[in-house]
């Protein structure tokens, strides 16, 4: 199949001429685009290894400050969870959903968990190599991508830290001498104490622990969880522990933790702690009942006034509301909008807007008209769009555009060639943008369908 731009009639030698110049000069940006954006420096590259200043994390390398949008995993003990920790996975975030960093929840009790396997018919031993597999897939996918990563020492039903404090320690000692030299990995050395777990017993756990790490990589940035499920940061903000470069866990669930939480957070704020979101949800506390979208905007918006980093919870296709894909998706990475739960769709949406890709992404291009032409012709005309790099045109003979044809061009109109009489044809085309290298796409307009006669 073959595609023409619709030129002008009367080529005049030194139109003809214009035209071949704006050709090259499209291919030539075309082209540029393409390897640019292969090039365009990632979060790792740009930022470097981290450390923690006052109450924000900190580029070692440049000196800014740093807020990573992240995303958790959901547990990488289950199969809601560790099938979506991948390369392929993580660049659909990086890519279209401004993920700038991952978080992989180990939980250490539950099914196939760390310490308790619970009924897991594998040996504790098994499940362990198992899971730090899972956690080594991860942390390579994430520094190709130049993508920090979260290594989550997941506390829940087990209550207290201190119950598995050894196994911590040896776990720890393990990893903090593999990822060493690695800028991207932070530690985050016990998710929700809970279980009337107080700030001293989490200090406790903390203090035997954080050496454990430093001894082999001697600045890690160490994420230390707080009493009542990551709430009480105002608690840990009364007595902070010794050691530089460690920030303190908060998590809420919108639907549940309101304005009273985020109070805790200012208290710990004004108190000087830094502070990192390793956990949020729109849901409620349990996973479930409605979203909330207003009052996760009004954490999202204060999180952001502080340069707070922050983590949703889950990449997973439970039938759970925090989940951010649709429940029982089968797709593991190349989530397009219609993949998301309502969860994930708000989520994408606002990382999108408040990194800024979304104000550079055009908008969606309408009046679409496909009109047969003899000859086997189609031609296309759509409405213009202002401050666009082109247009992008598909065109297929099924509706769900297998083995489409796709072709770019500056105007808005084309011709569609060599078609097969008889045939029904789908095309629909989408703007494209390419801003520093980076190609952003605008969304695909309605389909037409035309079926050619002549
Ligand atoms: C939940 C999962 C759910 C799983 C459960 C196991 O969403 O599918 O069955 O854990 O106990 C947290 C925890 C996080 C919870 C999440 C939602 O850190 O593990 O995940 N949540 O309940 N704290 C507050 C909420």
Same mark, same amino acid.
């Given at each position: 199949?073959?595609?023409?731009?619709?030129?002008?009639?009367?080529?005049?030698?030194?139109?003809?001429?214009?035209?071949?110049?704006? !050709?090259?000069?499209? =291919?030539?940006?075309?082209?540029?685009?393409?390897?640019?954006?292969? %090039?365009?420096?990632?979060?790792?590259?740009?930022?470097?290894?981290?450390?923690?200043?006052?109450?924000?994390?900190?580029?070692?390398?440049?000196?800014?400050?740093?807020?990573?949008?992240?995303?958790?995993?959901?547990?990488?003990?289950?199969?809601?969870?560790?099938?979506?920790?991948?390369?392929?996975?993580?660049?659909?975030?990086?890519?279209?959903?401004?993920?700038?960093?991952?978080?992989?929840?180990?939980?250490?009790?539950?099914?196939?968990?760390?310490?308790?396997?619970?009924?897991?018919?594998?040996? %504790?031993?098994?499940? %362990?190599?198992?899971?730090?597999?899972?956690?080594?897939?991860? !942390? %390579?996918? =994430?520094?190709?991508?130049?993508?920090? !990563?979260?290594?989550?020492?997941?506390?829940?039903?087990?209550?207290?830290?201190?119950?598995?404090?050894?196994?911590?320690?040896?776990?720890?000692?393990?990893?903090?001498?593999?990822?060493?030299?690695?800028?991207?990995?932070?530690?985050?050395?016990?998710?929700?104490?809970?279980?009337?777990?107080?700030?001293?017993?989490?200090?406790?756990?903390?203090?035997?622990?954080?050496?454990?790490?430093?001894?082999?990589?001697?600045?890690?940035?160490?994420?230390?969880?707080t009493?009542?499920?990551s709430q009480?940061v105002?608690?840990?903000?009364?007595?902070?522990?010794?050691?530089?470069?460690?920030?303190y866990t908060l998590h809420f669930?919108?639907?549940?933790?309101?304005?009273?939480?985020?109070?805790k957070l200012?208290?710990a704020?004004?108190?000087?702690?830094?502070v990192m979101v390793?956990?949020?949800?729109?849901?409620?506390?349990?996973?479930?009942?409605?979203?909330?979208?207003?009052? =996760?905007?009004?954490?999202?918006?204060?999180?952001?006034?502080?340069?707070?980093?922050?983590? =949703?919870?889950?990449?997973?296709?439970?039938?759970?509301?925090?989940?951010?894909?649709?429940?029982?998706?089968?797709?593991?990475?190349?989530?397009?909008?219609?993949?998301?739960?309502?969860?994930?769709?708000?989520?994408?949406?606002?990382?999108?807007?408040?990194?800024?890709?979304?104000?550079?992404?055009?908008?969606?291009?309408?009046?679409?008209?496909?009109?047969?032409?003899?000859?086997?012709?189609?031609?296309?005309?759509?409405?213009?769009?202002?401050?666009?790099?082109?247009?992008?045109?598909?065109?297929?003979?099924?509706?769900?555009?297998?083995?489409?044809?796709?072709?770019?061009?500056?105007?808005?109109?084309?011709?569609?060639?060599?078609?097969?009489?008889?045939?029904?044809?789908?095309?629909?085309?989408?703007?494209?943008?390419?801003?520093?290298?980076?190609?952003?796409?605008?969304?695909?307009?309605?389909?037409?369908?035309?079926?050619?006669?002549?």
């Amino acid at each position: 199949m073959h595609i023409e731009q619709q030129n002008g009639r009367n080529l005049k030698k030194d139109r003809f001429f214009y035209r071949c110049t704006v !050709v090259i000069l499209s =291919a030539v940006l075309f082209f540029s685009g393409g390897k640019l954006s292969a %090039q365009a420096a990632t979060a790792v590259e740009e930022y470097g290894a981290l450390k923690v200043e006052g109450t924000r994390l900190t580029s070692k390398k440049t000196g800014e400050a740093v807020q990573l949008r992240g995303v958790s995993t959901h547990g990488i003990n289950w199969d809601v969870g560790y099938p979506y920790i991948s390369k392929e996975a993580f660049q659909t975030l990086r890519d279209k959903y401004s993920v700038s960093a991952i978080r992989l929840a180990m939980y250490t009790t539950e099914y196939y968990g760390y310490c308790d396997k619970a009924g897991a018919s594998e040996s %504790q031993s098994q499940v %362990q190599s198992v899971l730090k597999q899972r956690i080594d897939t991860g !942390v %390579q996918a =994430a520094t190709e991508l130049g993508m920090y !990563v979260i290594i989550d020492w997941h506390v829940l039903n087990d209550q207290t830290p201190l119950k598995y404090k050894n196994e911590a320690k040896q776990f720890f000692k393990e990893i903090s001498e593999k990822y060493a030299s690695y800028d991207n990995v932070l530690y985050e050395i016990c998710n929700e104490p809970n279980g009337g777990t107080g700030w001293e017993d989490i200090k406790k756990y903390a203090n035997e622990v954080i050496p454990v790490i430093r001894e082999n990589d001697g600045d890690a940035v160490i994420i230390v969880g707080t009493p009542n499920w990551s709430q009480d940061v105002d608690e840990a903000s009364k007595s902070p522990l010794a050691y530089d470069n460690i920030m303190y866990t908060l998590h809420f669930y919108a639907a549940t933790h309101k304005e009273s939480y985020r109070d805790k957070l200012r208290t710990a704020l004004n108190n000087g702690l830094p502070v990192m979101v390793t956990e949020y949800g729109v849901s409620e506390a349990s996973g479930a009942g409605a979203i909330n979208t207003a009052e =996760a905007k009004k954490w999202l918006d204060l999180l952001d006034q502080n340069g707070i980093s922050y983590f =949703a919870w889950s990449l997973s296709n439970k039938a759970e509301t925090a989940s951010l894909l649709k429940a029982g998706t089968t797709k593991k990475s190349g989530w397009a909008k219609g993949d998301l739960s309502p969860a994930g769709k708000w989520v994408f949406k606002e990382y999108n807007a408040r990194s800024g890709k979304a104000s550079n992404e055009p908008g969606k291009v309408s009046k679409l008209k496909a009109k047969n032409l003899k000859g086997k012709k189609v031609k296309v005309t759509f409405k213009k769009l202002s401050n666009v790099s082109g247009y992008e045109i598909q065109y297929a003979s099924n509706r769900k555009f297998k083995k489409s044809s796709t072709k770019r061009m500056t105007k808005t109109s084309c011709i569609l060639k060599k078609l097969k009489k008889g045939k029904k044809y789908y095309i629909r085309v989408r703007a494209y943008r390419i801003i520093s290298g980076q190609t952003y796409y605008g969304d695909y307009s309605s389909v037409r369908t035309i079926k050619i006669k002549k």
